[in-house]
């Protein structure tokens, strides 16, 4: 996968770690395998199916790879479920150490982890709560954003009350899929 050229034909046997919400019959999936991650966009998906979906799951999806704004994503893509497939869930990787250098992206839609972070600022999209939430961590004098948005959370998720109750000077370990 990681050899494929932009725009070609994928193939790849993964296991699905997260998806967002189930839309017209597509959903977006995080998945990982010990050997890769993968950032499945708009996966052609029955409600049903969408359902199915959950963290460990074996699949085969088919699909182009492609690129928006950086991130490497398959688009396009059908799966199917690979029966009597084993299950998988990845552990957080911590990449702290790695956000200062130019490695971190080797490691793109991984499920990564960022240890004693302190909030520098807190903002909602908008300016209300209720809409995605902008968040500035520290480490060891630099700032890094952050993004919990809502619609891939919903307001009632405990990432969402969790982050919506953060001050700035706390200090966080945050885990999440590593976007571009």
Known sequence: ????????????????????????????????????????????????????LVPGTKIRVTGYKGEWSGEIEIMDGTFEFVEGGDT????????????????????????????????????YKNGEPGDDIYVTLGKDGASYNFCVEVYLTGTDSDVYTTVDELTVGDVVDVEGFLYW
């Open 88 to 123: 998988f869930i990845a552990e957080a990787l911590d990449v702290t150490d790695l956000l200062v250098s130019e490695d971190l992206i080797a490691h793109q839609n991984e499920l990564v982890a960022f240890k004693g972070m302190t909030v520098e600022a807190i903002e």
């Open 1 to 52: 996968y990681a050899a494929a050229e932009l725009d070609s034909e994928v193939v790849v046997e993964t296991y699905v770690q997260a998806n967002q919400s189930w839309w017209e019959d597509k959903v977006t999936v995080y998945c990982q395998s010990p050997d890769g991650a993968y950032f499945v966009y708009e996966l052609a998906c029955s409600e049903e199916d969408a359902a199915k």
